[in-house]
Antibody
Framework: QVQLVQSGPEVKEPGSSVKVSCKAS????????INWVRQAPGQGLEWMGG????????DYSQRFQGRLTITADESTNTAYMELNSLRSEDTAFYYC??????????????????WGRGTLVTVSS | EIVLTQSPATLSLSPGERATLSCGAS???????LAWFQQKPGQAPRLLIY???SRAPGIPDRFSGSGSGADFTLTISRLEPEDFAVYYC?????????FGQGTRLEIK
C-alpha cells in the first residue's frame, strides 16, 4: 500500500509562490499518475491537476492554467505542486492522491485511492 | 467541464436507517468513471467506491454504488455512528476531473 507524505504548512504573502511536495513510499512511484486536490476552509474538494510520472504528461484544470506547475522526480519518488501569483483565495489544504494498486486503463489510472494528509497553505500579508 | 450536482445538500437520519445520496452530471460520465469519497473533520477524504460500483479495499459492504450515464447513487444500507460525515462524488472519465459540492450526512 503506497504512502504519500507531504511537506509541512506554509505561510505565504500575496503575489508569491508556494511549492508543496508529496513523497511516495511502499509502491512503484511511476506506476500511477499523481493528482493534486485542494480544499479551502469549510469548502468542498477541487481537482487541480495531475501528472503521469512515467511519461511526464500533465493535465491541469483550466481554472489554474498559467499559475500551476506539477512535476515529478523519479529519483526521489517525489511529486511537486507549485502555485504562483498567490492570492488570499488560495488559502487551503492541498492534497496529493494516487491509485493504490491493481490494474487500470484510460483515466481510471487516476483513481484517488490513497491520499496524503494534506498541506495547509495560508496566503496572508 | 462536467458539473456534478449532489443532492440533498444535507441528509438527517438516525443510526440503523438507510441513506441514499445522489450525484447528477451535466453530461454522461465516460466509462462510468465515478467515485465516492467520505470525509470527516480534520481528515483527508477516503475512497469508498470507484468505477460507479466497486468498493475500495477495506470498505464495508453496507456501502454500495450504482448508476450510469449521468445519474449515480451511493447507498448506505444501515447507518453506523461512524458513517456521519460529508460525502463527495467525483468523475474521472474526462479531464478536468470534477467533484460534486458534497452531501453532509448528519445524525437526526
Amino acid at each position: 500500500q503506497v504512502q504519500l507524505v507531504q511537506s509541512g504548512p506554509e505561510v505565504k504573502e500575496p503575489g508569491s509562490s508556494v511549492k508543496v511536495s508529496c513523497k511516495a513510499s511502499g509502491g512503484a512511484f511511476n506506476r500511477f499518475p499523481i493528482n493534486w486536490v485542494r480544499q479551502a476552509p469549510g469548502q468542498g474538494l477541487e481537482w487541480m491537476g495531475g501528472i503521469n510520472p512515467l511519461s511526464g504528461t500533465t493535465d491541469y484544470s483550466q481554472r489554474f492554467q498559467g499559475r500551476l506547475t506539477i512535476t515529478a522526480d523519479e529519483s526521489t519518488n517525489t511529486a511537486y505542486m507549485e502555485l504562483n501569483s498567490l492570492r488570499s483565495e488560495d488559502t487551503a489544504f492541498y492534497y496529493c492522491a494516487r491509485k493504490g494498486g491493481g490494474d487500470c486503463s484510460y483515466t481510471n489510472c487516476y483513481i484517488h485511492g490513497n491520499w496524503g494528509r494534506g498541506t495547509l497553505v495560508t496566503v496572508s500579508s | 467541464e462536467i458539473v456534478l450536482t449532489q443532492s440533498p445538500a444535507t441528509l438527517s437520519l438516525s443510526p440503523g436507517e438507510r441513506a441514499t445520496l445522489s450525484c447528477g452530471a451535466s453530461q454522461s460520465v465516460s466509462r462510468s468513471y465515478l467515485a465516492w469519497f467520505q470525509q470527516k473533520p480534520g481528515q483527508a477524504p477516503r475512497l469508498l467506491i470507484y468505477d460507479t460500483s466497486s468498493r475500495a479495499p477495506g470498505i464495508p459492504d453496507r456501502f454500495s454504488g450504482s448508476g450510469s450515464g449521468a445519474d449515480f447513487t451511493l447507498t448506505i444500507s444501515r447507518l453506523e455512528p461512524e458513517d456521519f460525515a460529508v460525502y463527495y462524488c467525483q468523475q474521472y472519465g474526462s479531464f478536468p476531473f470534477t467533484f460534486g459540492q458534497g452531501t453532509r450526512l448528519e445524525i437526526k
